[in-house]
């Protein structure tokens, strides 16, 4: 039986997992940078935190390519893995857009403690909905190309010297 598939790909190659180390990089910043506020008392490092809204901007992009994939195949929405990692990551996000949202009203003396403890909650969050991720794609084969033989690789694009050795 071939993979469950990705919906929303490009010349087959899923969308979502394109866009989440964006989200991931952010937060995790976010986190530092609070961090480095907590203990310097640098505004700079409050200011630095504030990427935390890209990184829900880009978490939203990467949800909306995870619904089209769950949507569009039966077989990953009986997954039970992929209910924890959707409803995981939309805890997330909300968590994330309240601490920009009492960031953005607070400023600086909204890191410390709640920006701080919702980045932290946020990064550890993150970790687990992450491990339901790994586990569709390695365990599940979500997104996954079937394997294929050899004879795959089409001549005229692979020349002798560069094709793939199966």
């Known amino acids: ?18 866009l989440i180390p964006f989200p991931i990089a952010f937060f995790v910043a976010t986190l530092l940078c609070d961090i480095a506020y907590v203990r310097s008392g640098n505004l700079s490092w409050a200011t630095a935190s504030m990427w935390l809204g890209a990184g829900v901007a880009m978490a939203l992009l990467a949800a909306v390519a995870g619904l089209i994939d769950v949507l569009g195949d039966q077989r990953i929405r009986r997954l039970y893995d992929v209910w924890l990692h959707a409803g995981g990551n939309i805890l997330l996000v909300l968590i994330q857009a309240y601490s920009l949202y009492a960031r953005e009203t607070g400023g600086p003396n909204a890191i410390l403690p709640t920006g701080l403890v919702l980045s932290a909650i946020a990064v550890l969050l993150m970790g687990f909905t992450g491990w339901m991720g790994w586990k569709m794609v390695y365990c599940d084969h979500v997104g996954v190309a079937d394997e294929s033989g050899p004879t795959s690789y089409p001549e005229s694009r692979y020349p002798e010297s560069r094709r793939p050795v199966p």
Not at 1 to 18: D, F, K, T
């Open 1 to 18: 039986m071939a993979n469950p598939r990705s919906i929303a790909s490009i010349a087959g190659h899923p969308i979502h997992p394109m």
